[in-house]
């Protein structure tokens, strides 16, 4: 599955390439037409030549001199300086790049019909101050958006359950993943979100799991967040993918954190069930190792599906929720909670709405939805994933009430 994403991640830098000369040529031609003079023209080529291309062409030879030298760590690239002269610029660019191509495209046909009634000189201008209008646009609406989101925070209440219409109190499950801390996710924030977990009032807290983002210098801070989590019977986790990016050698990732969680009392679970008792009732939990790097086989889900026979209340958590999953827990189990998709992160405008690039993945993008009576409920997540900011996606903490 890892080579999967990395064939996918080249099919996508394939095509940014692509798409950023189209536009970068466009550009240029629109501030010719518009009578701008060959420096400015030269200037703006130039500059969105860095914007879309200088971060991948650092990053592929960064990449490219660890593997050869035998580095123990993958180059991060977190630095304030690095942050805000590639990272940002370069992921911003691409939101902007990729939710003008459609309108672009639209202004090429409407040059084209405009031409043969109009002419071309007249044609030409019109063309030139609607590329400007669309990429102006973009410009300034892309990060307006992100800042303004930036401290977001939802948490969002279920009540599932024979007696979920009532009004009396049940078993409190708070559930988190993706908390992914890191230079972006600091201190602060995970406090923030201990914080509002902890005035729920949790029986249990359960974890999707990417404690970390990448490099091993935040496993510390991050299990200290994890233990700082309050509820009458703890926490439990599944292990994510980036549990396994601290180092090039993956095992000693996944070690090294699920150690840094255990000195804080948080128990990682792979494969297996816990029971939970809350008046007098049975509570099943199947933790799931599923993720990018690990997938867990049919007979071992199978297997913990047969072990939750005889639960009042069925869960399934998982890092990452897919269609193997789906076609075997659909009907079988209450609950399944989820994280991975984080909401999408980077959930571009496609014409006039926002659309969710991770739906290409999984229809389990973010919040509740069915699976016959199985209830599915994926997390928007509280970091971030490759980049350091969400577009249209907030992130999320959710709450849920088992009542009988």
Do not use: C, K
């Not at 994403?5 to 095509?15: C, G």
């Not at 979920?164 to 409190?172: D, K, L, P, V, Y």
């Not at 994510?240 to 009392?265: I, Q, T, W």
């Not at 799931?288 to 209340?313: K, M, P, Q, S, V």
């Amino acid at each position: 599955m890892a080579g999967v994403w990395f064939v996918m991640l080249a099919v996508a830098l394939a095509l940014i390439v692509v798409a950023g000369l189209y536009l970068r040529r466009r550009l240029g031609e629109a501030l010719a037409t518009l009578g701008r003079g060959p420096r400015a023209v030269r200037v703006a080529r130039a500059l969105t030549a860095w914007l879309l291309f200088g971060y991948p062409l650092v990053m592929v030879v960064a990449v490219a001199v660890t593997l050869a030298t035998g580095a123990a760590t993958m180059p991060r690239f977190d630095g304030p300086l690095a942050t805000w002269l590639l990272v940002y610029p370069f992921f911003v660019a691409v939101l902007i790049l990729g939710q003008a191509l459609p309108w672009l495209g639209a202004i090429e046909l409407g040059h084209y019909l405009w031409r043969r009634r109009r002419g071309p000189a007249r044609a030409g201008r019109a063309r030139a101050w609607a590329v400007i209008a669309v990429i102006a646009a973009f410009a300034i609406y892309t990060p307006a958006r992100i800042v303004l989101e930036r401290d977001a925070l939802r948490v969002r209440h279920y009540r599932l359950g024979p007696g979920a219409a009532s009004a009396g109190a049940g078993f409190r499950i708070v559930f988190l993943a993706d908390l992914q801390q890191d230079r972006q996710t600091d201190r602060a924030r995970a406090a923030q979100v201990v914080g509002l977990a902890n005035a729920a009032g949790a029986d249990l807290v359960l974890a999707g799991g990417d404690w970390i983002n990448t490099g091993p210098d935040y496993i510390a801070a991050a299990a200290a967040s994890a233990g700082a989590l309050r509820s009458r019977l703890g926490t439990f986790s599944v292990v994510g993918d980036h549990e396994h990016f601290a180092y090039v050698d993956r095992a000693r990732s996944v070690r090294e954190v699920e150690a840094a969680l255990a000195e804080h009392g948080v128990s990682m679970v792979r494969d297996q069930v816990r029971w939970f008792t809350h008046q007098g009732r049975r509570i099943g939990v199947l933790f799931l190792e599923h993720n990018y790097l690990t997938r867990t086989d049919g007979a071992t889900i199978d297997a913990g599906l047969a072990a939750l026979a005889g639960a009042d209340f069925a869960i399934v958590v998982t890092h990452q929720f897919d269609a193997a999953i789906a076609a075997r827990v659909r009907g079988r189990v209450d609950l399944v909670l989820a994280g991975h998709t984080h909401g999408g992160q980077l959930n571009p405008v496609l014409g006039l709405v926002h659309v969710s690039p991770a739906r290409i993945e999984t229809p389990y993008v973010d919040g509740r939805s069915q699976l016959g009576a199985t209830t599915v409920i994926v997390t928007a997540g509280i970091g971030y994933s490759l980049v350091p900011f969400r577009y249209a996606s907030p992130p999320s903490l959710e709450v849920i009430d088992l009542v009988w």
